[in-house]
């Protein structure tokens, strides 16, 4: 979260919160500093992903909104035999979107609360920084490229 102090950002090496590229005083390193990284992101740059999140989420809201028809009933005895596997086959496409919607939604939430809690652009498996590439195209992200890859690996 911005204010005028700075960016807030959750040390997960001692458990810390501490003011983005600022070292923790505990007893381990800030994750800032950790292997000689310097502050992972900028208030500037949080502000600008949290406004590409709340963009998207609006954007798939506006979307579901537009499509609360409900769903075309699967089996439907009117038609012939083609006709009823065309719309078993749309039935089953819009549960399909339906979800993957749900599922990103689910996704844009948690990044807006990862920017919340000072967690935003660092992996949650290996705990590095997470590249400005990869969090343009995806920011609701929540693992750095090297890990998703061996997650699908």
């Known amino acids: 979260m911005a204010s005028e102090s700075g960016v807030r950002c959750w040390d997960a090496a001692c458990g810390h919160t501490v003011l983005m590229g600022v070292k923790c005083r505990g007893k ?5 500093s950790l292997k000689g990284w310097g502050p992972v992101m900028t208030a500037k740059d949080l502000f600008r992903y949290k406004r590409l999140l709340l963009a998207k989420r609006q954007e798939l809201s506006a979307s579901r909104a537009g499509v609360d028809a409900p769903v075309p009933r699967a089996g439907d005895p009117l038609g012939d035999l083609i006709d009823q596997a065309t719309a078993d086959a749309e039935a089953e496409l819009q549960v399909r979107l339906r979800q993957t919607e749900s599922h990103l939604l689910r996704a844009i939430e948690e990044a807006l609360a ?8 660092v992996c949650e498996s290996c705990v590095h920084p997470i590249s400005k590439a990869r969090l343009n195209a995806v920011p609701w992200t929540r693992h750095c490229l090297d890990c998703k890859e061996r997650e699908h690996g």
């Not at 381990?28 to 800032?32: A, D, T, V, Y």
């Open 28 to 32: 381990r390193r800030s994750l800032f």
């Open 114 to 121: 990862r920017i919340d809690h000072g967690k935003f652009g």
